[in-house]
């Protein structure tokens, strides 16, 4: 059974930083592309960022140089370091994970929300 499960959201202040952190299981990361997306209240749901299984990322233009993805293939885990938050950057933040081959196999994490704001 697949499972990603998301933690490390909460309230921050703009300028602050919060690390997100996405657990999987059932998945083999060698396979797949693994992505954050974010959904903000009354809009749709955006690419934040993404990690191949060779290592290499994406990002979506706005969050370009203060976002970073990594993951660790190990731990099966992927992170999203976000650093000078800005108060548009809140939502709720969602892991994916896409087969790269097989581009309709996909997961989702239930999300975790992220608020910037004083």
């Known amino acids: 059974q697949v499972q990603l499960v998301e933690s490390g959201g909460g309230l921050v202040q703009p300028g602050g930083s919060l690390t997100l952190s996405c657990t999987a299981s059932?998945?083999?990361?060698?396979?797949?592309?693994m992505a954050w997306y974010r959904q903000a209240p009354g809009k749709g749901r955006d690419l934040v960022a993404s990690?191949?299984?060779?290592?290499?990322?994406n990002y979506e233009d706005s969050v370009k140089g203060r976002f970073t993805i990594s993951k660790d293939n190990v731990k099966r885990t992927v992170l999203l370091q976000m650093n000078s938050l800005k108060p548009e950057d809140t939502a709720v933040y969602s892991c994916?994970?896409?087969?790269?081959?097989?581009?309709?196999?996909?997961?989702w994490g239930l999300g975790t929300q992220v608020t910037v704001s004083f």
């Open positions: 994916n994970a896409r087969h790269k081959v097989f581009r309709d196999v996909t997961y």
């Open positions: 059932g998945i083999d990361f060698a396979v797949f592309v």
């Open positions: 990690i191949g299984s060779g290592g290499s990322t």
